[in-house]
C-alpha cells in the first residue's frame, strides 16, 4: 500500500504518499507528497538512512499511516530495513523525508514509504527523494521500478507512467495483504523502464 509514497503514500517513496508524521491531530493532506513545486526548497541533503534516523522515520510513515495513507511499521521493522531507506535531511539534521527501494528481483523494484512533513511539501524533497532511489536502481542494474501510490500525477512528473496493477502480483502476496484496503485498494500502479 504504502508505496502509495505515502506511498501509501512522492513529492509524497512510495502514490507514493509521503510525509512525516503530522504534528497535530488534524488529517494530513491526501497527499502525502506535494504535486507541486511552488516555493523554495530549504536546505537538504538526500543521503542513505542511518540506523539512527529510524525514530523519526518511524513519526514521518506512521503519521500518515494512522490516515491509511500508507503502512505502518515498528520501529523494529525500520531498522531491519533501514538499507532500503535513503531520508531528506535539514541543515539540523532532521528527517524531512524518507523513501525505500524495495529490490523484488533481479529486474524490478518498487519505491515504498515515501513520505515528506508536512512542513516541506511543494518544495522539491519528495522529486529529490525518487531521483536517489531511480539512481540507485540504475546502479544495481535493475529494469524496472514502480509504486503504489494516490499521487500518478507526481509520479508522471518524473517520469513514470500509470500501468495495470496485475503487473506486479509479487507486491500483493507481500506488503498488500496486511494492507486494510486490500479488497477496496484506490491506489495506482506507476513505473519506469530504467
Known amino acids: 500500500m504504502a508505496t502509495s509514497v505515502a506511498t501509501a503514500a512522492g513529492d509524497p517513496l512510495v502514490q507514493i504518499t509521503p510525509v512525516v508524521a503530522p504534528r497535530r491531530e488534524s488529517p494530513p ?15 537538504v541533503t538526500v543521503r542513505a538512512a542511518r540506523i539512527a534516523d529510524m525514530r523519526q522515520v518511524e513519526t514521518l510513515v506512521n503519521g500518515f499511516a494512522r490516515h491509511n495513507l500508507m503502512l505502518p511499521k515498528t520501529h523494529d521493522q525500520l531498522v531491519r530495513l533501514f538499507r532500503e531507506f535513503v531520508v531528506a535531511v535539514d541543515a539540523d539534521e532532521r528527517v524531512i523525508g524518507c523513501g ?3 529490490v523484488y528481483n533481479a529486474q524490478l523494484a518498487e519505491i515504498a514509504s515515501l513520505a515528506v512533513d508536512e512542513s516541506a511539501h511543494g518544495a522539491g524533497v519528495g522529486r529529490r527523494l525518487v531521483e536517489r532511489l531511480v539512481a540507485d536502481a540504475r546502479e544495481l542494474n535493475l529494469a524496472t521500478v514502480f509504486a503504489l501510490t494516490l ?14 496493477r496485475s ?11 496486511n494492507c486494510p484496503k486490500l479488497h477496496a485498494c484506490d491506489e495506482i500502479a506507476v513505473a519506469l523502464t530504467l
Open 100 to 102: 525505500a527501494l524495495r
Open 29 to 43: 493532506a491526501r497527499l502525502a507528497v506535494s504535486e507541486r513545486v511552488d516555493r523554495e526548497a530549504p536546505e
Open 151 to 164: 499521487q500518478e500525477l507526481f509520479f508522471q512528473r518524473v517520469g513514470f507512467s500509470v500501468v495495470p
Open 167 to 177: 503487473n506486479f502480483p509479487g507486491k500483493v502476496w507481500s506488503d498488500c495483504r
